[in-house]
């Protein structure tokens, strides 16, 4: 099998582990096991496979609170991610963090956030620092429709084409911004066009089609790395759950849904493609989803084996050498 | 070695200049920092030496925030150049919800070693929004530590030993202060470690505790009251958190009388938080209530008569002073 097929074959995996991990973990916090609240990224993997599939473990990736399909993606693994959602020791952050901050720097992710646009003031941190150390890493920020309407964005996508920094912008319009759908928040129908006011290229792409994604990554990659400074891609994508598990979802017709989940659904496109062009099969398909299964009861398994924290590790890990 | 008077101002330059030379990590990241060496001229010397560690940047303050963390987790110790302390407003977001956060939120996994420094302070008659002390919301915010440094020899060993530390520093220093002069040490190794408070006066009446600007006050406010046969200890406390309840311990078990004073406003300013733990932890030491003060609860306002009457004078301290010891 040639490198590329493997690659594609890998990509597919992947796509199918976020799916598959992003409905475990829909279905046990309904089930009353994850605390808190989750915001899951199921229809929105093409977009970060795409990218996370051309970077290497030494470049940054921040991410959002509906981050766990990036973090898959970039190779977070799946034990210690579960173990996170679960609130449980064994976890990314020891059980500090949760699904909105689940970060893992030994491979470049600089970390989830619960704050609206919060990666990007920081990812143009991490691009200034690329540029002072001389390596040829490259950082990415994903942020969805609706962080793209913050003062945070202007500000870190000016400083970043000003200083010609590796950085790449992945805008993944899902179409709604918790409530509110993209079209009331913003009059521009393509959010890559506000590349244009910041002089840097803005590409959009069907963030439904992963090689499409990819090939727009790569591209970006290419400038960044040549220091040719950052891009923008608007990945169109569509947020089929709700902005958090048991939304109500008063703001949109089911029947929207369901046609985008028919009709578009990033995996099952990727399958169809990679069936017609003989590099999967519909018994190979099913071999990958039960490995990735397997894979998850066992990362599930580890999560509810493992123990919580103890009460008073709460006052641990605010200072270094405290 | 000896030490040579300068202003703390040159202080600065000076600690950053050597800091700069022994770890090419340190960048400095703000606006306005190359023509001038600083709007306060307290880079003089560094865009010079090192044209690419000091990086000016567009008006655009929460990025310039973010810029910090962001660089801080991926391998570099930056020092973030706020302008005017005033707008961390805009940058609190990154500051108070990124900074302060991260390691914690992570478990751990990752140091954050960042220098946030922030001209403060009234007395320049600029007015609401260029003459806050706003040291009090950071203290606030756990998973910062907070320094304010008086004298020019504290600044130098303060800003050192805030760039070495592997945490986010909140650095706040008076621009009245900045050409005030005072005696520093030329060893580069002179380092003033995070949370040790310093007796700067002795006395066994009545401890001053202070910091900042409110040292200087104190020091006034001394030596009129000895002349009137009050002996008042002045505890420059210079590092707020961590916070050096030691010193403020031996200090008070000694006087059995306390007045803490800042130019920050009176309510829920960082001697309400100090006046707390003084009663928790000492309260059969004291012979009287402790008191603060403090700037009056307004925004600094313009008119010098105006600013003279809401910042904390000498005066003021004297007559809290002379309360607590029931004279």
């Known amino acids: 099998m040639t490198s590329e097929k493997k690659t594609l074959l890998s990509m597919y995996r992947t796509m199918v582990t976020i799916r598959q991990f992003e409905t475990m973990a829909g279905e046990h916090f309904a089930a009353g096991q994850i605390p808190g609240f989750i915001h899951l990224s199921i229809g929105q993997e093409a977009s970060s496979v795409g990218v996370c599939s051309c970077l290497r473990p030494v470049d940054y990736v921040a991410t959002t609170h509906r981050g766990h399909g990036h973090l898959i993606a970039k190779g977070a693994d799946l034990k210690r991610m579960t173990a996170e959602l679960f609130g449980k020791v064994t976890g990314y952050c020891k059980g500090k963090g949760g699904s909105m901050h689940i970060a893992d720097f030994s491979i470049g992710i600089i970390g989830a956030n619960g704050v609206v646009a919060g990666g990007l003031p920081l990812i143009t941190g991490a691009g200034l620092s690329i540029k002072l150390r001389k390596t040829d890493q490259v950082a990415v920020v994903f942020f969805g429709d609706g962080a793209s309407n913050r003062g945070p964005v202007h500000e870190a996508m000016n400083m970043a084409s000003i200083w010609k920094l590796p950085v790449i912008f992945v805008v993944e319009n899902n179409q709604y911004a918790s409530t509110t759908p993209q079209g009331y928040s913003c009059s521009l129908r393509d959010l890559c066009q506000r590349a244009a006011a910041y002089n840097m290229p803005g590409i959009g792409v069907d963030g439904n089609d992963v090689i499409a994604v990819r090939k727009a990554a790569l591209e970006a990659i290419s400038r960044a790395r040549s220091g040719e400074g950052p891009t923008m891609i608007e990945n169109k994508t569509y947020r089929v759950r709700g902005h958090f598990e048991g939304d109500p979802q008063k703001y949109r017709n089911q029947a929207e849904v369901i046609t985008w989940q028919k009709e578009n659904d990033p995996i099952a496109r990727f399958e169809q493609l990679l069936v017609k062009d003989r590099i999967l099969t519909g018994k190979k398909s099913k071999t990958i989803w039960d490995e990735v299964k397997s894979e998850l009861d066992e990362a599930l398994e580890f999560a509810k084996n493992s123990p919580f924290p103890k009460p008073e590790e709460a006052l641990e890990d605010l200072f270094v050498n405290a | ?327």
């Open chain 2, 1 to 327: 070695m000896s030490d040579r008077m300068m202003s703390a101002s040159a202080a600065l330059a000076e600690a950053l200049l050597e800091e700069m030379e022994r770890d090419e990590t340190i960048f400095i990241v703000g606006e306005d920092l190359t023509a001038h060496a600083g709007i306060f001229g307290q880079f003089k010397g560094i865009p010079e030496k090192y044209p690419s560690r000091i990086i000016d940047t567009p008006i655009s303050e929460t990025c310039i925030a973010g810029c910090g963390v962001g660089a801080a987790l991926t391998g570099m110790r930056p020092i973030v150049d706020f302008h005017f302390s005033d707008f961390v407003t805009c940058g609190m977001d990154e500051l108070c919800n990124q900074a302060a956060k991260i390691r914690y939120m992570f478990g751990g996994q990752v140091k954050l070693p960042l220098v946030v420094w922030c001209p403060d302070g009234a007395g320049l008659r600029a007015a609401a929004q260029h003459s806050q002390s706003l040291e009090a919301w950071f203290v606030h915010t756990p998973g910062l530590k907070v320094v304010v440094p008086s004298e020019a020899a504290d600044v130098k060993g303060l800003i050192k030993a805030s760039i070495r530390d592997d945490n986010p520093v909140m650095f706040f220093q008076h621009k009245r202060l900045f050409r005030r002069e005072g005696l520093v040490p030329d060893n580069p190794e002179f380092i003033i470690p995070l949370g040790k408070a310093a007796v700067k006066r002795e006395g066994k009446d009545v401890s001053l505790l202070t910091y900042g600007s409110g040292f200087f006050i104190c020091m006034d406010a001394a030596s009129q009251l000895a002349e009137q046969g009050i002996e008042a200890e002045v505890i420059d406390l210079r590092t707020l958190k961590p916070l050096d309840m030691n010193t403020i311990a031996i200090s008070i078990k000694k006087t059995n009388r306390a007045v803490v004073v800042h130019e920050a406003c009176l309510t829920g300013g960082f001697g309400a938080e100090l006046v707390a733990r003084i009663q928790a932890e000492l309260f059969d030491d004291l012979d009287a209530p402790v008191l603060r003060v403090a700037a009056k609860d307004v925004p600094i306002p313009f008119s010098p008569v105006l600013e003279d009457f809401v910042i904390p004078k000498p005066a003021d301290v004297i007559q809290s002073v002379k309360t607590v010891c029931y004279r």
